[in-house]
T-cell receptor
Framework: QLQESGPGLVKPSQTLSLTCTVSGDPIARGGYYWTWIRQHPGKGLEWIGNIFYPGTTYHNPSLKSRVIISVDTSKNQFSLRLNSVTAADTAVYFCARVPYSGAYHFDYWGQGTLVIV | QSALTQPASVSGSPGQSITISCTGTSSDVGTYNLVSWYQHHPGKAPKLLIYEVTKRPSVVSNRFSGSKSGNTASLTISGLQAGDEADYYC??????????FGGGTTLTVL
């Protein structure tokens, strides 16, 4: 199971910070891509980025260098930081998992959390 | 990179079949057999229906099937049920460890 958490309201120009708590699979075991995806109001989904434990990250080029994804194995969580937010970053944010190296789909998702800028 | 193109809405009666298309380009859908489909009931976690164009997780009903031709992938739902009413999203691997999603299709069961 995956569960997102974090502030529902962020001021423009500040940093959006979200955490995804993973249950049932130790992140430190490796082999998975831990992923952030978002859905703008009334729009489709947008892939934000992944982290492949222990720390290789990938992000959507459209978000340039504003994205930081990290892992905290002591809490079995991974996190998203999105800098310099604007109203365009208002969205429901989902965390998800790519199930194994060599897979390219997302088998488990959180329910999502709404962030308003 | 542009989002994959899906129809905004489709509808069908119980028992009928519907197909949702997902059009990309030769850089994503056309190159990689790595298209996946997700069902999303708003407020809930999206659910994986199809991966690698045609493969179905064991927990997913065989009423759901996927295919691809050229730059367009398709999801077919047969024997429509009221519970199938949801939003459906396609996704394609786009190379260089990046993914593209579609704009989503709302399915209405009449």
């Amino acid at each position: 199971q995956l569960q997102e958490s974090g502030p529902g309201l962020v001021k423009p120009s500040q940093t959006l910070s979200l955490t995804c708590t993973v249950s049932g699979d130790p992140i430190a075991r490796g082999g998975y891509y831990w992923t952030w995806i978002r859905q703008h109001p009334g729009k489709g989904l947008e892939w934000i980025g992944n982290i492949f434990y222990p720390g290789t990250t990938y992000h959507n080029p459209s978000l340039k260098s504003r994205v930081i994804i990290s892992v905290d194995t002591s809490k079995n969580q991974f996190s998203l930081r999105l800098n310099s937010v604007t109203a365009a970053d208002t969205a429901v944010y989902f965390c998800a998992r790519v199930p194994y190296s060599g897979a390219y789909h997302f088998d488990y998702w959180g329910q999502g959390t709404l962030v308003i800028v | 990179q542009s989002a994959l193109t899906q129809p905004a809405s489709v509808s069908g009666s119980p028992g009928q079949s519907i197909t949702i298309s997902c059009t990309g380009t030769s850089s994503d859908v056309g190159t990689y057999n790595l298209v996946s489909w997700y069902q999303h009931h708003p407020g809930k976690a999206p659910k994986l229906l199809i991966y690698e164009v045609t493969k179905r997780p064991s927990v997913v009903s065989n009423r759901f099937s996927g295919s691809k031709s050229g730059n367009t992938a398709s999801l077919t739902i047969s024997g429509l049920q009221a519970g199938d009413e949801a939003d459906y999203y396609c996704c394609s691997y786009a190379g260089s460890t990046t993914w593209l999603f579609g704009g989503g299709t709302t399915l209405t069961v009449l």
